[in-house]
């Protein structure tokens, strides 16, 4: 075997780390000790150190340094391996680290205080950060641009902001390095507005030129500040300068556009894209998903694969979403198929999205499935599935979760936040478990430190209204610590229509007409519960009143999906291709229905009519059509799932029941509050909704 030098051996050592093969390191290693023996001098050792820490061998790494003789051990061996600790996470170990070198009286450099500050933001303990940047004075090694960069991101990183502006303001001249980390900051720590200043601060102040993370930075301040001008103007600047064509700036424009709403501009950034890579897919795929637009996203999905890219976990995650707002159970499947293909089905965030797609598309074994198979969970988990039966109903499981949570505090450090308790208080309010929600609201803020935002409050006068306290529920408004927001408002109005208290209903929809005008659905429960209690000059006043300020009355349908075809109907919808077969399934089931002994709740029929009209009227809603088409379309004892963008109506509620026994199917309707699980002249819901 032919003689390596030392500097052959240390090119083997380093192109293990370039390859990241910890097997070939080992060999490397083998071949060292096999040349000269155990006892190494400074420079090998330093590969060997600065190889295994950046493979992530941390044991490996101080075994070497161990073996290595106190004098050949240099600034450059500890930051090797204080630098590989914090690269793979070991935030302690690389402080740990640190205090063994300077016990051994090495001085730090500047190579060496970067990764230090690091970790004390990691490990967020600002006061051991400002014994570093103390030492870091003394050493003069301050004024290093990098250090200055790391000290400051430190500050900003731990919240010492008063710190971090006294840095850099002290800085005799600060890099680009410098600039981002003070826009990004400003923009984490919740201030958009500075971040925007400090961006304009660099071009005003001409020390150092903006590069593609600056406009990414200053983008990011415009999203979250919603400063949707702003960011047109730096568009219109990053085409004059020739950086729109930059990838991870027009990745950074698409999302920009799209969390100010502004869809179309993120398509045409999007489309003009001459190269694209992940982020670039995940981010349109994320604006569609955050603008409601589910369809758009599937689309997007689907293009993605044509495409050959490989799903990523955010691109699951997204689209996993979008099925979970269209309530899309059966796309949700196929994506859940391709997540366990791309081996992306473990990852917490998918997992997590899985739970929360089964519980909203109301397939709560399938989230339960889901829920139970992650290797780990975290509270996000939780509460998709506390979510999950939430939307069905089921409140004693949704609070035997909430107390599992609670359980598992000092074990996982799991603590339960404000979506937890939307998520329980709104299982309670659709279970009808008015004393034990009212329990865990009185809880919120006494054991579990969560302050009651309006979300908490719209869902506890939801529940005592469902329950009949609409008075109670009415006063708890009245003394409530924040102003009344629209859902507040809508869930009394919601309780009047149900428990028919058109007089407080009158005080409820005129809060919402001042806080919402425009909104055409609550004038629409104004007018239906006037005329459901018979009062129908005034029902007739608030429909002419909407005409007079020209509001529209928006349409209610329902839709279900056949063999990936959405068919949507209307109230008295006729259009459909198959309009004779629907027609004639519903002659056979309102025979059938009326053998049975259902009788037609004519309150639904909201026009002055004969009782016979009334009844023709009610037998005419956009559910009994969706439902008629999926006895007609589906397979015999398919599931037949249907959605609708209003509540569902008494009358349908009733005649469902009796169809799902007559014809031996599971019916599954998903109205715009809960879902409603038919099987055998049963629901989900206890009929209580």
Not at 142 to 148: H, P, S, T
Not at 226 to 251: C, M, P, T, W
Request: charged fraction near 20%.
């Amino acid at each position: 075997m032919s003689f390596l030098s030392p500097k052959s051996l240390a090119t083997l050592v380093e192109s293990a780390v370039s390859v990241q093969s910890p097997r070939l390191g080992r060999a490397a290693h083998a071949r060292i000790i096999k040349t000269l023996g155990l006892a190494l001098e400074g420079f090998l050792s330093n590969h060997l150190i600065h190889m295994y820490s950046k493979l992530d061998r941390p044991d490996s790494a101080r075994a070497v340094l161990s073996l290595t003789p106190l004098h050949f051990r240099s600034i450059v061996t500890w930051t090797s391996l204080i630098a590989g600790d914090v690269q793979n996470g070991h935030f302690s170990a690389a402080i740990s680290s640190f205090t063994t070198m300077r016990r051994e009286g090495l001085r730090p450099n500047d190579f060496t205080f970067p990764c230090l500050f690091k970790a004390t933001a990691a490990l967020h303990a600002p006061l051991l950060g400002q014994q570093l940047h103390s030492l870091a004075v003394k050493l003069v090694l301050i004024g290093d641009a990098f250090v200055a960069c790391s000290a400051f991101d430190m500050y900003s990183k731990t919240r010492f902001l008063s710190d971090a502006d006294k840095l850099f303001d002290e800085m005799p001249q600060r890099n680009i390095a410098m600039w981002n980390a003070s826009i990004s900051n400003a923009v984490l720590n919740g201030k958009p507005r500075e971040g925007i200043f400090r961006f304009l601060q660099l071009l005003h102040d001409g020390e150092a030129a903006p590069n593609h993370i600056s406009f990414c930075a200053f983008l990011n301040a415009c999203s979250d500040g919603r400063f949707l001008a702003q960011g047109l103007q730096l568009h219109g600047y990053l085409i004059k300068v020739g950086h729109e064509a930059d990838v991870s700036v027009a990745n950074g424009l698409v999302d920009f556009y799209g969390k100010c709403g502004e869809v179309s501009f993120s398509e045409r950034v999007f489309e003009k894209m001459s190269e694209r890579n992940k982020v670039s897919w995940s981010s349109m795929l994320a604006v569609f998903e955050q603008n409601d637009m589910g369809e758009m996203a599937c689309n997007l999905f689907l293009r993605i694969r044509r495409a050959g890219v490989e799903p990523t976990d955010f691109m699951v995650s997204s689209v996993l979403s979008a099925c979970a707002s269209l309530a899309a159970l059966e796309t949700g499947r196929v994506i859940h198929g391709l997540a366990v293909k791309a081996c992306v089905d473990d990852n917490i965030f998918v997992g997590s999205a899985l739970v929360d797609m089964y519980g909203k598309c109301g397939s709560i074994e399938d989230c339960e499935r889901a829920f139970f198979a992650l290797p780990r969970r975290n509270l996000v988990c939780w509460n998709a599935l506390i979510g999950g039966y939430a939307h069905q109903g089921r409140a004693d499981m949704a609070l035997d979760m909430f107390g599992e949570v609670i359980k598992r505090r000092d074990s996982e450090g799991l603590v339960p936040n404000y979506v937890t308790f939307v998520c329980v208080l709104s299982a309670c309010s659709r279970g009808g478990m008015v004393k034990a929600g009212m329990e865990v609201f009185d809880s919120m803020r006494e054991k579990h430190g969560v302050e009651p935002r309006a979300e908490h409050y719209a869902c506890v006068v939801d529940m005592l209204g469902r329950a009949g306290l609409v008075e109670r529920a009415y006063e708890a408004i009245k003394e409530m610590s924040i102003i009344p927001t629209i859902p507040i408002w809508g869930a009394l109005l919601g309780a009047c229509k149900m428990r028919g208290k058109p007089e407080l209903g009158k005080i409820a929809a005129e809060n919402l007409f001042k806080l919402d005008p425009q909104d055409s659905g609550n004038h629409v429960v104004l007018s239906n519960m006037l005329a459901a209690a018979g009062r129908w000059d005034e029902a007739n006043v608030v429909r002419e009143e909407m005409k007079e300020v020209g509001i529209k009355k928006g349409a209610g349908c329902s839709w279900i999906s056949v063999k990936n075809v959405v068919h949507v109907f209307q109230a008295k919808d006729a259009s459909h291709s198959r309009n004779a077969e629907i027609q004639a399934m519903l002659g056979k089931l309102k025979r059938d229905l009326k053998a049975a002994g259902y009788v037609a709740d004519t309150k639904m029929a909201l026009y002055d009519l004969e009782e016979e009209e009334k009844e023709s009227e009610v037998w005419s809603h956009s559910e009994k059509l969706a439902l008629a088409f999926g006895l007609v379309a589906l397979p015999p004892g398919v599931p037949i799932r249907i959605t609708k963008n209003l509540r569902i109506c008494v009358d349908c509620h009733s005649a469902i029941k009796f169809i799902s026994r007559i014809v031996g199917r599971e019916i599954i309707v998903r109205d715009n509050n809960r879902f409603h699980r038919f099987v055998d002249n049963q629901c989900s819901c206890g009929d209580y909704w």
